[in-house]
């Protein structure tokens, strides 16, 4: 076994390698750049080595400065991680020469497996089923609307060597092809150093499966089950679990027994993920496809880990020492239900704009990387796992990948892990940049995620008009409202306290009138219990001033809130949604109705930067006639490219920014008239 192991990767993968490595009595070292240096992973690390600046190609895909640290510090082994050098044959190489080992697949897997467009040819020669599409080299903008015809709208066009949803396009039209293919090829070449990009047909009502495959040096090759991935926005997964609520016994044999062949063709081994996308129209569900294989771990690894007991990591590591797998296709089983939801770093009430900044405050629901956790991965009794790799005061930078962590729940059953989710996203307290906690727990509580009718359109397909919070029922509404009372009054005691400035105003019983969007309530408290538009209500909780979360228990149910105090009184947030409580004291809230309300301005006539980003492109000049929904500019923010649309028609009267312009948030990029 190896003493000492190199992480060419950053952030929760990184620390989650670590954490298995210190487990097994293995020595770890990291390499970090400069954005990087106060980063956790590198502080748990048993050694860290600084590679150079921020930006990934002067850094973590520099493959001779990974090797330099393994030879300065004497690693052994490199465990890649995902992303960055994971499926670079290059690198693989060039550690062989080395007499260092690569925690991964063998060389000639990569190739084969890790180009799409090779894979697919390699799969249609094995008999696989395979989505129709072009498989070759597209010349040019042109070609590329000559084959989306051929194949029949929509089509998806993808990078050859991409992954995690960046070099992806989904064309219904020959304006999108024409819009989309110089965007995928720029963002195959900036994300991965590859611009070939391949089409295929795009199938509708489709579900994302993919089969998780384990194998040693000794041609022992097993399935791990499925994971569902379907909950996609942008092509990029949002929320995984498994096993799937779709997949029956005979289909998950079906699947994981052609997904064994399709690796043993190419002589795999350690962890890996054949991705297939399963018909919506086909009721059987066996119409599924060969979609491309991940010669890595995955970002999703943990919803298996929970489910089997098999820490895939370990496993990895054991595999590129040369050991057997210790069990075989029959040891493996399904243990209840887990449910991974991406926590990411993007503004889902502004089109998921992303968003980048200081963590001012960062609590997940349990403390990462903590210990005690039993044999499946999971945390404690309650079954929830955080991985992340930020801290509180940390900076989530535009270089990297905008996913702040991972929040992992497991339950005996489907709906036992999703109120666990909807119960630990209440209690992750994110502050400083915009988050996607709200979303990811209206997911959970959504009618059809519930009944487990899922496709990759589920999102576009239930939210067309963008995010607006969780709906909030009745009940919901009036809790939230007493609290706001019970807090106010907590308040006013407090200040009262401090030095009489209340004077008595305030005297018990305290009344307030909670105004919750179109929703009045009443509350008062009297002898300490709380009463809702005069009728007792059953609110038990505690509150010190400057408590940010409350715990409560309404009606025997336990309820979380985050709270924010405001000028006029608070922010709620709980199970999705933000709610604004206006709270006035009880004597003077008639006056509320006589206050006036502010417009805001109309910024239609601006285009404003919506998110933290480099100006690529601008396509007009001052004078320019635009019509509405016409491409003004690309701005490009955490390695993805965003093109930004005239709102309304008119002529451009200013420009306030030039192409290779950094821009910050609300930046106004031109003026029209």
Known sequence: MF???????????????????????????????????RAPFVQMSDEAVHIGPSPAAQSYLLADKIIAACKQTGAEAVHPGYGFLSERTSFAQALAKENIAFIGPPVNAIAAMGDKIESKKLALAAGVNVVPGFVGEIDDTEHAVKISEEIGYPVMMKASAGGGGKGMRLAYNEQDVREGFEATKREGLNSFGDDRVFIEKFILNPRHIEIQILGDQHSNILYLNERECSIQRRHQKVVEEAP????????????????????????????????????????????????????????????????TGIDLVEQMIRVAAGEKLAFTQDDIKIDGWAIENRVYAEDPYRGFLPSTGRLTRYRPPVAGWTEDEDANGRRGVAGIRVDDGVYDGGEVSIFYDPM?????????????????????????????????????????????????????????????????????????????????????????????????????????????????????????????????????????????PGDRLIEAEVGGEELAVKITKTRTGFHLTTRGAMHVARVLPGHIAHLATHMIE?????????????????????????????EAGQPLAVVEAMKMENI??????????????????????????????
Not at 254 to 268: D, H, K, T
Not at 476 to 490: C, D, Q, R
Not at 607 to 616: E, Q, R, S, W
Request: hydrophobic content about 45%.
């Open 244 to 307: 799937s609520p779709f997949v029956t016994p005979k289909m998950r044999k079906a699947m994981g027994e052609q997904c064994v062949a399709l690796s043993r063709a190419v002589g795999y081994y350690s962890a890996g993920t054949v991705e297939l996308i399963v018909s919506g129209a086909d009721p059987s569900g066996e119409s599924f496809y060969f979609l491309e294989m991940n010669t890595r771990l995955q970002v999703e690894h943990p919803v298996t880990e929970c489910i």
């Open 598 to 626: 502010k417009i805001p301005p109309d910024l239609s006539k601006f285009l404003i930067c919506p998110m933290p980003g480099l100006l690529t492109t601008l396509h007009v000049s001052v004078g320019d006639a635009v």
């Open 3 to 37: 003493k000492k192991i190199l992480i060419a990767n950053r952030g929760e993968i990184a620390c989650r390698i670590i954490k298995t490595a210190r487990r097994m009595g293995i020595a770890t070292v990291a390499v970090y750049s400069d954005a990087d240096a």
């Open 404 to 544: 702040i962590a991972k929040l992992i729940t497991w339950g005996k059953t489907r709906d036992e892990a999703a109120d666990l989710q909807i119960a630990a996203l209440d209690r992750f307290e994110i502050e400083g940049l915009g988050h996607n906690i709200d979303f990811v727990s209206a997911i959970m509580q959504h009618p059809r995620f519930r009944s487990g009718e899922l496709t990759t359109g589920f999102i576009a397909e239930e939210y067309p008009d963008g995010f607006q919070g969780a709906a909030a029922d009745a009940e919901l509404i009036k809790s939230l409202a007493a609290i706001a009372g019970f807090v106010a009054t907590a308040e006013a005691d407090r200040a009262r306290h401090v030095d009489g400035q209340l004077g008595d105003t305030l005297d018990p019983p305290a009344r307030w009138q909670v105004n919750i969007g179109d929703v009045v309530h009443h509350i008062e408290m009297i002898d300490g219990d709380i009463h809702v538009d005069g009728v007792p209500f059953d609110l038990s909780m505690e509150y010190d």
């Open 644 to 673: 930004l649309r005239a709102e309304k028609s008119g002529t451009v009267k200013l420009i306030n920014a030039q192409a290779g312009d950094s821009l910050a948030v609300d930046a106004v990029i031109l003026e029209m008239e």
